[in-house]
């Protein structure tokens, strides 16, 4: 398991007891000191651009520097200060942000208020700090926890429609997602009346030489789609002579259902209602960007020209 950042602190620290060290260094050697697996190594934040191991390291060792108990050096490097030496040589068992806490510099650092929120900044700071989560962890957990939300909200929304709306949506859904090409009418719905059991075909290339069906059931939740309606389906894509279809659900598929799709031999790709939902947040269909938060770090190269 890999530890917090918290569990971090004390073993970056005597890192960088002896000499200065680089991160990339501390980090391959705490990794081989905790015995974590490859895979625990090679796990990756949500972003894609850091491990989490690398990143807690790097947090850890942010709040040792805020403590005063190291400092920075030339670039991706650090080293102890006089102040740490003392810390090191009383032989704690754990440092933590507690015990940080101590220190006034980091006193100052957890009192610090942001310009954007006030006052309210010093107990969001405090906040923080007393967890055990990274802030940027805190972050996009709340993130997800809001688009839980959210999720859920639209499914509700588009389960209390007019059906017309859910047909529409897909459509709109694969446009947004670069399905249609660049043909004059990329997408549409096939309406009630001689759509051979599909409600909409979006071209997949440009000249519209392939094009996808689309199916959407609009279930209530529990509510699961069952193998028959994949038949029917898989049916209804023989009689327009394609191999390949969407099946869209507010609900779920049954595991006869999915059973089915992967046994008839056709391309059938089935979206269920969590996975829906996902999609139309990540491609702004039914919702819309309200606040947009950018994660800035330092640009190393800014600073490397002038550096002593």
Sequence with gaps: MIPDYQKLMLPVLKSCANEEVSTSAVIDSLAILLKLTEEERDELLPSGKQTTFANRVNWAKGYLKQAGLLKYTKR??????EEGQKVLAKNPERIDNKFLEQFEAFQVFRRRKSPMLGNEGIEKNTDIIQNQSTPDELLRSSHAAINDALASELLSRIRNAKPILFEYLVVELLLAMGYGGASEVPGKLLGKSGDDGVDGVIDQDALGVDQIYVQAKRYAEGNNVGASSIRDFCGALDMKKTQKGIFFTTSAFSSSAEETAKAMGKKIVLIDGQKLAR???RYNIG???EEVLHL????EDFFETYSS
């Design 279 to 281: 999609l139309m947040i």
């Design 76 to 81: 991706g490097s650090f080293i102890i200060t």
């Design 287 to 289: 919702c819309e960007d």
């Design 296 to 299: 800035k770090k330092i640009d």
